[in-house]
């Protein structure tokens, strides 16, 4: 059972920085591609930043730069490093595996950058 839990969202000022946790159970991240998603009110979830199974990351154009994934294999763990925030920013972040056949989630953790 795929289990993904987002931990270390938080309030923010503009500029600040962040950093997200995904604890991963029912899988090895180091094995599988992995992402972060976000979800702004009113909008739809998009991509933020990937890492696939060799380790190879992709970063959506309005957080390159500022962004980073990485993993910690020993702890299962994956991470969004998010640097000089803006308050375009503010969304719920979600963890993600996509299986093929099956989407998993976490619950999401809100992150919200004040100006």
């Known amino acids: 059972q795929v289990q993904l839990v987002e931990s270390g969202g938080g309030l923010v000022q503009a500029g600040g920085s962040l950093r997200l946790s995904c604890a991963a159970s029912?899988?090895?991240?180091?094995?599988?591609?992995m992402g972060w998603y976000r979800q702004a009110p009113g909008k739809q979830r998009a991509l933020v930043a990937a890492?696939?199974?060799?380790?190879?990351?992709s970063y959506a154009d309005s957080v390159k730069g500022r962004f980073t994934i990485s993993r910690d294999n020993a702890k299962n763990t994956v991470y969004l490093q998010m640097n000089s925030l803006k308050p375009e920013d503010t969304a719920v972040y979600y963890c993600?595996?996509?299986?093929?056949?099956?989407?998993?989630w976490g619950q999401g953790t809100q992150v919200t950058v004040s100006s």
């Open positions: 029912g899988i090895i991240v180091s094995i599988k591609p």
């Open positions: 890492m696939s199974s060799g380790g190879s990351t």
């Open positions: 993600n595996y996509n299986a093929g056949y099956a989407n998993y």
